[in-house]
Nanobody, 126 residues
């Protein structure tokens, strides 16, 4: 089983930026699609971004399109989420997730991901 550890969250003012990282261990995720999801208090978990295994295809939720960028470094077994122009509506616990081994196609559906990190908190003040 893969272990995913997110980092890079924190408190930032509206309009600011953060870069989240998700480091994988115990097995390679270089042949697996990866995704970022988030969950705000009192709300359901929602899709944020996904990237295919070589890092060529990417897809985003409409709410973050043009502001967030997902990327990956397969040599380092790490996925990133660059978040710019943050708003208070982006406040949430952010999770990274991986699809199964050799499932390299991206997906927006949480049930397509088999391993999840513990999350990193992002708080955007107005």
């Amino acid at each position: 089983q893969v272990q995913l550890v997110e980092s890079g969250g924190g408190l930032v003012q509206a309009g600011g930026s953060l870069r989240l990282s998700c480091a994988a261990s115990r097995r390679t995720v270089s042949n697996s699609a990866m995704g970022w999801f988030r969950q705000a208090p009192g709300k359901e978990r929602e899709f944020v971004a996904s990237i295919d295994w070589p890092g060529v295809l990417k897809t985003y939720a409409d709410s973050v399109k043009g502001r967030f960028t997902i990327s990956r470094d397969n040599a380092k077994n790490t996925v990133f989420l660059q978040m710019n122009s943050l708003t208070p509506e982006d406040t949430a616990l952010y999770y990274c997730a991986t699809r199964a081994y050799n499932r390299g196609s991206l997906s927006t559906r949480a049930n397509q991901y088999i391993e999840w990190g513990q999350g990193t908190q992002v708080t955007v003040s107005s």
